[in-house]
Protein backbone atom coordinates (compact mmCIF):
# COMPACT_ATOMS: atom_id res chain seq x y z
CA UNK A 1 0.00 0.00 0.00
CA UNK A 2 1.42 3.37 -0.57
CA UNK A 3 1.73 6.13 2.04
CA UNK A 4 -1.50 8.09 2.39
CA UNK A 5 -0.21 12.51 1.14
CA UNK A 6 -0.73 13.92 4.49
CA UNK A 7 -3.29 16.55 4.21
CA UNK A 8 -4.30 18.58 7.29
CA UNK A 9 -7.25 21.66 7.73
CA UNK A 10 -7.95 24.24 9.50
CA UNK A 11 -11.44 24.55 9.93
CA UNK A 12 -12.88 27.38 11.97
CA UNK A 13 -16.25 29.04 12.06
CA UNK A 14 -16.43 32.50 10.94
CA UNK A 15 -18.40 33.87 14.08
CA UNK A 16 -16.11 36.48 15.24
CA UNK A 17 -11.93 37.03 15.38
CA UNK A 18 -9.89 33.57 15.94
CA UNK A 19 -9.24 33.14 19.81
CA UNK A 20 -5.32 32.23 20.12
CA UNK A 21 -6.48 28.85 21.10
CA UNK A 22 -7.83 28.79 17.24
CA UNK A 23 -4.36 29.84 16.35
CA UNK A 24 -2.73 27.29 18.18
CA UNK A 25 -4.87 24.82 16.63
CA UNK A 26 -3.95 26.16 13.12
CA UNK A 27 -0.30 26.31 14.16
CA UNK A 28 0.12 22.89 15.14
CA UNK A 29 -1.74 21.67 11.73
CA UNK A 30 0.76 23.47 9.73
CA UNK A 31 3.81 22.48 11.57
CA UNK A 32 2.70 18.87 11.11
CA UNK A 33 1.68 19.68 7.52
CA UNK A 34 5.42 20.80 6.74
CA UNK A 35 7.04 18.28 8.79
CA UNK A 36 5.55 15.47 6.90
CA UNK A 37 5.68 16.97 3.72
CA UNK A 38 1.89 17.02 3.43
CA UNK A 39 -0.48 19.91 2.41
CA UNK A 40 -1.90 22.51 4.45
CA UNK A 41 -5.60 23.44 4.18
CA UNK A 42 -7.85 26.21 4.75
CA UNK A 43 -11.79 25.61 4.67
CA UNK A 44 -14.83 27.52 6.66
CA UNK A 45 -17.06 26.15 8.09
CA UNK A 46 -20.34 28.70 7.74
CA UNK A 47 -23.23 26.11 7.83
CA UNK A 48 -24.71 28.01 11.07
CA UNK A 49 -25.68 30.94 9.42
CA UNK A 50 -27.23 32.58 12.50
CA UNK A 51 -23.76 32.87 13.99
CA UNK A 52 -22.04 34.29 10.80
CA UNK A 53 -20.00 37.45 11.83
CA UNK A 54 -19.24 39.85 8.77
CA UNK A 55 -15.44 40.58 8.62
CA UNK A 56 -14.59 37.36 10.53
CA UNK A 57 -12.99 35.43 7.62
CA UNK A 58 -11.00 38.05 6.33
CA UNK A 59 -9.86 38.21 9.52
CA UNK A 60 -8.96 34.62 10.31
CA UNK A 61 -7.22 34.99 6.58
CA UNK A 62 -5.03 38.39 7.92
CA UNK A 63 -4.30 36.55 10.92
CA UNK A 64 -2.86 33.46 9.90
CA UNK A 65 -0.71 35.32 7.07
CA UNK A 66 0.57 37.71 10.14
CA UNK A 67 1.58 34.54 12.41
CA UNK A 68 3.62 33.15 9.02
CA UNK A 69 1.40 30.38 9.14
CA UNK A 70 1.03 29.56 5.03
CA UNK A 71 -1.70 27.80 3.34
CA UNK A 72 -1.63 25.18 0.49
CA UNK A 73 -4.96 25.01 -0.52
CA UNK A 74 -7.78 26.17 0.48
CA UNK A 75 -10.16 29.47 1.13
CA UNK A 76 -8.40 32.46 -0.58
CA UNK A 77 -6.09 30.13 -2.08
CA UNK A 78 -8.22 27.82 -4.35
CA UNK A 79 -6.95 23.89 -5.03
CA UNK A 80 -8.77 21.24 -6.89
CA UNK A 81 -11.32 20.73 -3.77
CA UNK A 82 -13.39 23.76 -4.07
CA UNK A 83 -15.29 25.72 -3.20
CA UNK A 84 -13.62 25.64 0.55
CA UNK A 85 -16.79 27.38 2.12
CA UNK A 86 -19.32 25.35 3.23
CA UNK A 87 -22.28 27.75 2.19
CA UNK A 88 -20.81 27.60 -1.28
CA UNK A 89 -20.69 23.76 -0.87
CA UNK A 90 -24.79 23.37 -0.42
CA UNK A 91 -25.66 21.14 -2.73
CA UNK A 92 -22.77 18.90 -2.11
CA UNK A 93 -24.36 17.55 1.21
CA UNK A 94 -27.98 16.18 0.74
CA UNK A 95 -26.81 13.22 -1.34
CA UNK A 96 -24.97 11.85 1.49
CA UNK A 97 -28.11 12.33 4.01
CA UNK A 98 -30.17 10.71 1.30
CA UNK A 99 -27.83 7.77 1.09
CA UNK A 100 -27.84 7.34 5.12
CA UNK A 101 -31.61 7.53 5.45
CA UNK A 102 -31.54 4.66 2.40
CA UNK A 103 -29.27 2.46 4.43
CA UNK A 104 -31.24 2.98 7.84
CA UNK A 105 -28.92 5.18 9.54
CA UNK A 106 -30.66 7.92 9.38
CA UNK A 107 -34.65 9.39 9.35
CA UNK A 108 -36.97 12.43 8.63
CA UNK A 109 -38.27 13.97 12.17
CA UNK A 110 -40.77 16.25 11.65
CA UNK A 111 -41.41 17.24 15.09
CA UNK A 112 -42.05 21.18 15.55
CA UNK A 113 -40.33 23.64 18.33
CA UNK A 114 -42.76 23.02 20.68
CA UNK A 115 -43.30 19.15 20.46
CA UNK A 116 -39.52 19.05 21.09
CA UNK A 117 -39.72 21.16 23.73
CA UNK A 118 -42.69 19.46 25.13
CA UNK A 119 -40.40 15.79 25.08
CA UNK A 120 -37.42 17.76 26.51
CA UNK A 121 -39.96 18.71 29.34
CA UNK A 122 -41.27 15.38 30.42
CA UNK A 123 -38.26 13.63 30.69
CA UNK A 124 -37.19 16.50 33.26
CA UNK A 125 -40.11 15.93 34.84
CA UNK A 126 -39.22 12.30 35.25
CA UNK A 127 -35.93 13.07 36.25
CA UNK A 128 -33.98 12.24 33.03
CA UNK A 129 -30.69 14.13 33.96
CA UNK A 130 -29.90 14.97 30.36
CA UNK A 131 -33.06 14.87 27.74
CA UNK A 132 -32.01 13.92 24.43
CA UNK A 133 -33.25 12.77 21.24
CA UNK A 134 -32.10 9.38 20.72
CA UNK A 135 -32.57 5.52 20.51
CA UNK A 136 -35.43 5.61 23.62
CA UNK A 137 -37.07 8.67 23.17
CA UNK A 138 -37.48 9.32 19.58
CA UNK A 139 -39.78 6.33 19.54
CA UNK A 140 -42.39 8.54 21.21
CA UNK A 141 -41.72 11.29 18.50
CA UNK A 142 -43.13 12.23 14.94
CA UNK A 143 -40.40 10.68 12.47
CA UNK A 144 -40.18 7.98 9.60
CA UNK A 145 -39.60 5.70 11.89
CA UNK A 146 -42.29 6.02 13.68
CA UNK A 147 -44.68 7.03 11.19
CA UNK A 148 -46.64 4.99 8.63
CA UNK A 149 -44.23 4.88 5.15
CA UNK A 150 -47.80 6.38 3.43
CA UNK A 151 -48.06 9.53 6.06
CA UNK A 152 -43.90 10.16 6.03
CA UNK A 153 -44.38 10.35 2.12
CA UNK A 154 -47.36 12.21 2.73
CA UNK A 155 -45.65 14.20 4.98
CA UNK A 156 -43.20 14.99 2.48
CA UNK A 157 -44.96 15.67 -0.79
CA UNK A 158 -46.66 17.75 1.45
CA UNK A 159 -44.07 20.03 1.59
CA UNK A 160 -43.39 19.57 5.06
CA UNK A 161 -40.92 20.88 7.28
CA UNK A 162 -38.40 18.46 8.35
CA UNK A 163 -34.82 18.02 9.59
CA UNK A 164 -32.75 14.37 9.15
CA UNK A 165 -31.43 12.93 12.66
CA UNK A 166 -28.42 10.14 12.45
CA UNK A 167 -30.31 7.05 13.99
CA UNK A 168 -27.37 5.99 16.97
CA UNK A 169 -27.47 2.36 17.58
CA UNK A 170 -28.31 1.47 20.96
CA UNK A 171 -26.43 -0.31 22.93
CA UNK A 172 -22.62 -0.52 21.38
CA UNK A 173 -19.36 0.63 21.78
CA UNK A 174 -17.57 3.57 19.31
CA UNK A 175 -14.11 3.73 19.68
CA UNK A 176 -10.97 5.23 17.85
CA UNK A 177 -7.48 6.03 18.50
CA UNK A 178 -6.37 9.64 19.49
CA UNK A 179 -3.04 10.17 18.59
CA UNK A 180 -2.87 12.57 21.59
CA UNK A 181 -5.06 10.26 24.02
CA UNK A 182 -4.84 6.96 22.83
CA UNK A 183 -8.07 4.39 22.93
CA UNK A 184 -11.05 6.65 23.32
CA UNK A 185 -14.53 4.66 24.21
CA UNK A 186 -17.82 5.85 24.08
CA UNK A 187 -20.95 4.14 24.96
CA UNK A 188 -23.65 5.06 22.07
CA UNK A 189 -26.29 5.11 24.49
CA UNK A 190 -24.24 8.36 25.18
CA UNK A 191 -24.66 9.92 22.05
CA UNK A 192 -28.13 11.58 20.91
CA UNK A 193 -29.41 11.62 17.31
CA UNK A 194 -27.77 14.44 16.09
CA UNK A 195 -29.38 16.24 13.22
CA UNK A 196 -27.62 15.96 9.90
CA UNK A 197 -29.81 18.26 7.58
CA UNK A 198 -31.89 21.37 9.36
CA UNK A 199 -35.23 22.45 7.97
CA UNK A 200 -34.00 24.88 5.72
CA UNK A 201 -31.89 22.62 3.53
CA UNK A 202 -28.29 23.52 5.32
CA UNK A 203 -26.30 20.13 6.91
CA UNK A 204 -24.95 20.96 10.35
CA UNK A 205 -21.64 21.24 11.58
CA UNK A 206 -21.44 17.73 12.02
CA UNK A 207 -22.22 16.34 8.83
CA UNK A 208 -20.55 19.31 6.49
CA UNK A 209 -17.17 18.40 8.33
CA UNK A 210 -17.25 14.45 7.50
CA UNK A 211 -18.35 14.90 3.81
CA UNK A 212 -15.52 17.96 3.45
CA UNK A 213 -12.69 15.86 5.46
CA UNK A 214 -13.36 13.06 3.26
CA UNK A 215 -13.76 14.83 -0.29
CA UNK A 216 -10.88 16.94 0.84
CA UNK A 217 -8.51 13.29 1.54
CA UNK A 218 -7.63 15.11 4.93
CA UNK A 219 -5.47 12.69 6.54
CA UNK A 220 -5.51 13.92 10.14
CA UNK A 221 -7.98 15.93 12.15
CA UNK A 222 -5.73 18.14 14.61
CA UNK A 223 -8.32 20.08 16.63
CA UNK A 224 -9.36 21.44 20.13
CA UNK A 225 -10.14 19.34 23.04
CA UNK A 226 -13.51 20.84 22.98
CA UNK A 227 -14.60 18.85 19.37
CA UNK A 228 -13.55 15.25 21.59
CA UNK A 229 -17.45 14.53 22.17
CA UNK A 230 -18.22 15.26 19.11
CA UNK A 231 -15.37 12.53 17.65
CA UNK A 232 -17.63 9.36 18.68
CA UNK A 233 -20.37 10.52 16.22
CA UNK A 234 -17.86 11.33 13.60
CA UNK A 235 -17.05 8.15 13.67
CA UNK A 236 -20.01 6.60 13.30
CA UNK A 237 -20.77 9.07 9.96
CA UNK A 238 -17.74 7.65 8.41
CA UNK A 239 -18.53 3.96 8.95
CA UNK A 240 -22.38 4.51 7.94
CA UNK A 241 -21.14 6.67 4.36
CA UNK A 242 -18.39 3.04 3.84
CA UNK A 243 -15.82 5.57 4.73
CA UNK A 244 -14.31 3.90 7.11
CA UNK A 245 -10.85 2.45 5.39
CA UNK A 246 -10.00 6.19 4.62
CA UNK A 247 -10.96 7.70 8.03
CA UNK A 248 -8.26 10.58 9.30
CA UNK A 249 -6.91 10.07 12.40
CA UNK A 250 -7.67 12.54 14.83
CA UNK A 251 -5.79 14.34 17.43
CA UNK A 252 -7.61 16.21 20.12
CA UNK A 253 -5.50 19.32 21.43
CA UNK A 254 -5.26 20.25 25.07
CA UNK A 255 -7.41 23.01 26.51
CA UNK A 256 -5.92 26.34 27.29
CA UNK A 257 -6.16 27.22 31.03
CA UNK A 258 -6.29 30.75 32.40
CA UNK A 259 -3.10 31.34 33.83
CA UNK A 260 -4.64 30.47 37.37
CA UNK A 261 -5.43 27.19 35.85
CA UNK A 262 -9.07 27.60 36.53
CA UNK A 263 -10.87 26.93 33.79
CA UNK A 264 -10.70 28.02 30.17
CA UNK A 265 -9.03 31.11 29.10
CA UNK A 266 -11.20 33.63 27.75
CA UNK A 267 -11.75 37.36 26.28
CA UNK A 268 -12.84 38.33 29.63
CA UNK A 269 -9.58 36.93 31.02
CA UNK A 270 -7.08 39.33 29.01
CA UNK A 271 -9.28 42.22 29.85
CA UNK A 272 -9.26 41.46 33.53
CA UNK A 273 -5.36 40.85 33.79
CA UNK A 274 -4.14 42.86 30.85
CA UNK A 275 -3.34 40.69 28.27
CA UNK A 276 -4.95 39.68 24.51
CA UNK A 277 -6.48 36.79 23.68
CA UNK A 278 -7.21 37.66 20.17
CA UNK A 279 -3.97 38.05 17.51
CA UNK A 280 -5.80 40.72 16.06
CA UNK A 281 -7.56 43.73 17.32
CA UNK A 282 -10.89 43.08 16.20
CA UNK A 283 -13.64 46.01 16.01
CA UNK A 284 -16.98 43.81 16.86
CA UNK A 285 -20.23 44.62 18.89
CA UNK A 286 -21.67 43.77 22.19
CA UNK A 287 -24.44 40.82 21.39
CA UNK A 288 -26.37 42.45 24.60
CA UNK A 289 -26.04 46.10 24.33
CA UNK A 290 -24.79 46.89 20.61
CA UNK A 291 -22.29 48.87 21.29
CA UNK A 292 -18.92 48.93 19.35
CA UNK A 293 -16.20 47.11 21.28
CA UNK A 294 -12.78 47.12 20.60
CA UNK A 295 -10.46 44.39 21.44
CA UNK A 296 -6.98 44.17 22.01
CA UNK A 297 -4.49 42.05 19.69
CA UNK A 298 -1.13 40.91 19.65
CA UNK A 299 -0.12 42.61 16.57
CA UNK A 300 -1.48 46.22 17.91
CA UNK A 301 -0.03 45.48 21.62
CA UNK A 302 3.64 45.48 19.84
CA UNK A 303 3.76 41.85 19.57
CA UNK A 304 6.14 39.91 16.74
CA UNK A 305 4.58 37.30 15.41
CA UNK A 306 7.55 35.04 15.87
CA UNK A 307 7.12 35.60 19.73
CA UNK A 308 3.92 34.91 19.39
CA UNK A 309 3.90 31.43 17.63
CA UNK A 310 7.04 30.18 19.42
CA UNK A 311 5.29 30.96 23.03
CA UNK A 312 1.96 29.16 21.17
CA UNK A 313 3.69 26.04 19.86
CA UNK A 314 5.05 25.86 23.91
CA UNK A 315 1.30 25.74 24.71
CA UNK A 316 0.69 21.79 24.59
CA UNK A 317 3.90 20.55 22.73
CA UNK A 318 7.79 20.68 24.38
CA UNK A 319 10.82 19.55 22.14
CA UNK A 320 11.99 17.30 24.98
CA UNK A 321 15.06 19.25 25.69
CA UNK A 322 16.15 22.88 27.31
CA UNK A 323 15.80 24.62 23.82
CA UNK A 324 13.24 27.41 24.20
CA UNK A 325 13.82 29.70 21.33
CA UNK A 326 12.86 28.00 17.91
CA UNK A 327 12.15 29.78 14.65
CA UNK A 328 8.96 28.53 12.44
CA UNK A 329 11.59 26.44 10.37
CA UNK A 330 13.14 25.02 13.82
CA UNK A 331 9.55 24.20 15.45
CA UNK A 332 8.39 22.39 11.60
CA UNK A 333 11.77 20.35 12.20
CA UNK A 334 11.16 19.36 15.72
CA UNK A 335 7.67 19.20 15.95
CA UNK A 336 5.25 15.54 16.46
CA UNK A 337 2.47 15.07 17.68
CA UNK A 338 3.63 12.02 19.75
CA UNK A 339 5.01 15.43 22.14
CA UNK A 340 1.82 16.91 22.31
CA UNK A 341 0.77 16.57 25.98
CA UNK A 342 -2.76 15.93 26.77
CA UNK A 343 -3.06 18.06 29.77
CA UNK A 344 -4.08 21.52 29.72
CA UNK A 345 -1.60 24.06 29.33
CA UNK A 346 -1.89 27.32 31.41
CA UNK A 347 -1.18 30.42 29.92
CA UNK A 348 1.53 32.68 30.84
CA UNK A 349 1.15 36.56 29.55
CA UNK A 350 4.88 37.01 31.62
CA UNK A 351 6.64 34.40 29.08
CA UNK A 352 4.73 35.71 25.83
CA UNK A 353 6.59 39.10 26.49
CA UNK A 354 9.74 37.11 27.58
CA UNK A 355 9.37 35.48 23.99
CA UNK A 356 8.53 39.19 23.10
CA UNK A 357 11.90 40.66 24.23
CA UNK A 358 13.88 37.97 22.87
CA UNK A 359 12.81 38.33 19.56
CA UNK A 360 12.83 42.27 19.71
CA UNK A 361 16.66 42.07 20.84
CA UNK A 362 17.49 39.37 18.19
CA UNK A 363 16.66 42.06 15.28
CA UNK A 364 19.35 44.42 14.09
CA UNK A 365 19.46 48.45 14.88
CA UNK A 366 18.68 48.93 11.19
CA UNK A 367 15.58 46.38 11.54
CA UNK A 368 14.41 48.33 14.60
CA UNK A 369 15.15 51.75 13.99
CA UNK A 370 11.62 52.39 12.40
CA UNK A 371 9.63 51.54 15.33
CA UNK A 372 11.31 54.67 16.43
CA UNK A 373 11.25 56.87 13.33
CA UNK A 374 7.40 55.84 13.58
CA UNK A 375 7.40 57.11 16.88
CA UNK A 376 9.38 60.42 16.30
CA UNK A 377 7.59 61.09 12.66
CA UNK A 378 4.00 61.28 15.24
CA UNK A 379 5.56 63.71 16.89
CA UNK A 380 6.79 65.88 14.52
CA UNK A 381 10.60 64.95 15.33
CA UNK A 382 12.95 64.72 12.97
CA UNK A 383 15.76 62.44 13.40
CA UNK A 384 18.11 60.85 10.96
CA UNK A 385 18.21 56.94 10.25
CA UNK A 386 22.01 56.69 11.71
CA UNK A 387 20.87 58.18 15.16
CA UNK A 388 17.66 56.20 15.36
CA UNK A 389 19.60 53.00 14.84
CA UNK A 390 21.91 54.21 17.43
CA UNK A 391 19.20 54.90 19.98
CA UNK A 392 17.62 51.72 19.47
CA UNK A 393 21.23 49.80 19.64
CA UNK A 394 21.64 50.89 23.22
CA UNK A 395 18.25 50.64 24.24
CA UNK A 396 16.92 46.94 23.22
CA UNK A 397 18.38 45.74 25.74
CA UNK A 398 15.46 47.42 27.92
CA UNK A 399 12.42 47.33 26.19
CA UNK A 400 9.74 44.84 25.61
CA UNK A 401 7.87 46.10 22.71
CA UNK A 402 8.78 48.68 19.89
CA UNK A 403 6.75 51.40 20.88
CA UNK A 404 8.37 51.44 24.29
CA UNK A 405 11.38 52.88 22.39
CA UNK A 406 9.84 56.24 22.24
CA UNK A 407 8.80 56.23 25.86
CA UNK A 408 12.60 54.89 27.29
CA UNK A 409 14.34 56.96 24.21
CA UNK A 410 12.30 60.20 24.40
CA UNK A 411 15.36 62.31 26.59
CA UNK A 412 17.50 62.11 23.34
CA UNK A 413 14.96 64.45 22.21
CA UNK A 414 13.97 66.20 24.65
CA UNK A 415 16.24 68.16 27.60
CA UNK A 416 14.60 66.91 31.24
CA UNK A 417 12.55 69.22 32.92
CA UNK A 418 11.92 67.04 36.07
CA UNK A 419 14.92 65.22 37.60
CA UNK A 420 14.26 61.89 39.64
CA UNK A 421 13.82 62.52 42.74
CA UNK A 422 15.38 60.34 44.68
CA UNK A 423 18.70 60.53 43.16
CA UNK A 424 18.63 63.87 43.19
CA UNK A 425 17.94 63.63 47.32
CA UNK A 426 20.40 61.28 47.31
CA UNK A 427 23.31 62.39 45.20
CA UNK A 428 23.10 66.11 44.61
CA UNK A 429 25.58 68.40 46.46
CA UNK A 430 27.42 71.41 45.97
CA UNK A 431 30.75 68.93 45.46
CA UNK A 432 29.18 67.20 42.66
CA UNK A 433 27.22 70.17 41.44
CA UNK A 434 30.68 71.65 40.99
CA UNK A 435 32.43 68.66 39.66
CA UNK A 436 29.44 68.53 36.90
CA UNK A 437 30.09 71.89 35.97
CA UNK A 438 34.19 71.23 35.54
CA UNK A 439 32.86 67.88 32.92
CA UNK A 440 30.80 70.56 31.29
CA UNK A 441 34.27 73.05 30.78
CA UNK A 442 35.96 69.98 29.85
CA UNK A 443 34.12 68.55 27.85
CA UNK A 444 34.32 70.44 24.43
CA UNK A 445 38.15 69.53 24.87
CA UNK A 446 37.83 65.99 24.68
CA UNK A 447 40.24 64.04 22.45
CA UNK A 448 37.70 61.69 21.32
CA UNK A 449 34.13 61.79 21.58
CA UNK A 450 33.57 58.07 21.81
CA UNK A 451 31.85 56.09 25.16
CA UNK A 452 35.44 55.33 25.91
CA UNK A 453 37.06 58.96 25.64
CA UNK A 454 34.23 60.52 27.61
CA UNK A 455 34.27 58.42 30.33
CA UNK A 456 38.54 58.63 30.52
CA UNK A 457 38.17 62.36 31.03
CA UNK A 458 35.03 61.92 33.16
CA UNK A 459 37.21 59.69 35.66
CA UNK A 460 40.30 62.20 35.29
CA UNK A 461 37.82 65.30 35.65
CA UNK A 462 36.86 63.51 38.76
CA UNK A 463 40.06 63.20 40.33
CA UNK A 464 40.81 66.65 40.10
CA UNK A 465 37.75 67.56 42.16
CA UNK A 466 38.82 64.96 44.70
CA UNK A 467 36.02 62.93 43.76
CA UNK A 468 35.63 59.08 43.08
CA UNK A 469 33.59 58.71 39.92
CA UNK A 470 31.12 56.95 41.92
CA UNK A 471 30.18 59.47 43.38
CA UNK A 472 28.61 61.55 41.05
CA UNK A 473 28.07 59.06 38.05
CA UNK A 474 24.12 59.04 38.75
CA UNK A 475 24.13 62.78 39.17
CA UNK A 476 25.54 62.94 35.76
CA UNK A 477 22.67 60.32 34.34
CA UNK A 478 20.34 62.04 36.45
CA UNK A 479 21.52 65.83 35.31
CA UNK A 480 21.65 64.82 31.53
CA UNK A 481 18.46 61.92 31.16
CA UNK A 482 16.14 63.25 34.23
CA UNK A 483 15.85 59.10 34.77
CA UNK A 484 17.79 57.48 37.27
CA UNK A 485 18.32 54.78 35.05
CA UNK A 486 19.08 53.64 31.54
CA UNK A 487 21.28 52.39 28.94
CA UNK A 488 25.19 52.75 28.94
CA UNK A 489 25.51 56.30 29.89
CA UNK A 490 28.81 57.24 27.91
CA UNK A 491 27.61 55.92 25.02
CA UNK A 492 24.24 58.05 25.82
CA UNK A 493 26.31 61.12 26.23
CA UNK A 494 27.99 60.41 22.83
CA UNK A 495 24.88 59.83 20.88
CA UNK A 496 23.44 63.41 22.71
CA UNK A 497 26.86 65.23 21.63
CA UNK A 498 28.79 67.11 23.70
CA UNK A 499 27.48 70.60 22.72
CA UNK A 500 23.78 69.24 23.89
CA UNK A 501 24.87 67.29 27.11
CA UNK A 502 27.05 70.64 28.18
CA UNK A 503 23.70 72.28 27.86
CA UNK A 504 21.79 70.18 30.16
CA UNK A 505 24.61 69.73 32.33
CA UNK A 506 24.85 73.61 32.70
CA UNK A 507 20.90 73.60 32.83
CA UNK A 508 20.97 70.71 35.61
CA UNK A 509 23.30 73.00 37.84
CA UNK A 510 21.50 76.40 37.40
CA UNK A 511 18.20 74.81 38.29
CA UNK A 512 19.22 72.03 41.11
CA UNK A 513 19.60 72.83 44.65
CA UNK A 514 23.23 72.81 45.77
CA UNK A 515 22.36 72.40 48.98
CA UNK A 516 20.04 69.46 48.45
N1 LIG B 1 -15.75 24.50 12.69
C1 LIG B 1 -15.14 23.89 13.84
C2 LIG B 1 -14.49 25.01 14.65
O1 LIG B 1 -14.97 26.10 14.60
C3 LIG B 1 -14.13 22.87 13.37
C4 LIG B 1 -13.87 21.76 14.31
C5 LIG B 1 -13.08 20.70 13.58
O2 LIG B 1 -11.89 20.98 13.32
O3 LIG B 1 -13.63 19.68 13.24
O4 LIG B 1 -13.53 24.86 15.35
Redesign the pocket.
Known amino acids: MTEREVRV ?5 P ?1 GPLHIG ?1 VR ?1 ALYNYLLARKLGGKMLL ?1 I ?1 DTDQNRFVPGAEEYILEALAWCGIVIDEGQGVGGPHGPYKQSERKPMYKQYADQLIADGHAYYAFDTAEELDAMRARLQAAKVPNPQYNSITRAQMRNSLTLPEDEVKALLDGGAQYVIRLKVPRKEEVRFQDLIRGWVVVHSSAIDDKVLMKSDGMPT ?1 HLA ?1 IVD ?1 HLMEISH ?4 E ?2 LP ?1 APL ?1 VLLYRYLGWESTMPQFAHLPLLLKPDGTGKLSKRDGDRLGFPVFPLEWHGTDAETGEATISRGYREDGYLPEALVNFLAFLGWNPGTQQEIFSMDELIQAFSIERVSKSPAKFDQNKVKWFNEHYLRAKSNAELAPYLLQALHEHAIVCSQEKAEQIVGVMKERVSFPNDFWQEAKYFFQAPTEYDETVVSKKWNAAVAAALTAYAEALPTAPEVSAEGLKTLFNDTMAAQGLKPGQVLQALRVAVTGAAAGPDLFETLVILGVPEVTERLRTAVATLPAAA
Open positions: RFAPSTGTREYNDVIRGEWSH
